[in-house]
Nanobody, 133 residues
């Protein structure tokens, strides 16, 4: 099970840190993606981090262009949690944010769509982020 938290209301230019906590399994071996879905729009992937297995692609990260330089994905294995630090938030970032897990081994991002919803096996319930003054 994945559980997201940390969403809320923030002013433009502000920051939030979202958490994706795992229960019942060891998160570090899974690739984790963060997605968001705004009203009337399709769910889109925004960031991902590959599993932590000591391979060449261990914990590599990938971001959608619209969030590069503003959002940072990271993992804390001791906490069995993946985070999404979001800075310089804009009203367009308003959405429900989801994390999802990919059980396959880390692999080059050129070999698949790392932000594609079909690449992920199970999902959290989502947390609302609203950016508004």
């Amino acid at each position: 099970q994945l559980v997201e938290s940390g969403g809320g209301l923030v002013q433009p230019g502000g920051s939030l840190r979202l958490s994706c906590a795992a229960s019942g399994f060891i998160l570090r071996t899974y690739g984790i993606g963060w997605f968001r879905q705004a009203p009337g729009k399709e769910r889109e992937g925004i960031a991902c981090i590959s599993g932590n297995d000591g391979s060449t692609y261990d914990s590599s990260t990938y971001y959608r262009d619209s969030v590069k330089g503003r959002f940072t994905i990271s993992r804390d294995n001791a906490e069995n949690t993946v985070y999404l630090q979001m800075n310089s938030l804009k009203p367009d970032d308003t959405a429900v944010y989801y994390c999802a897990a990919d059980g396959r081994a880390p692999r080059p991002y050129t070999s698949y769509d790392p932000l594609g919803v079909r690449e992920y096996d199970f999902w959290g319930q989502g947390t609302q982020v609203t950016v508004s003054s």
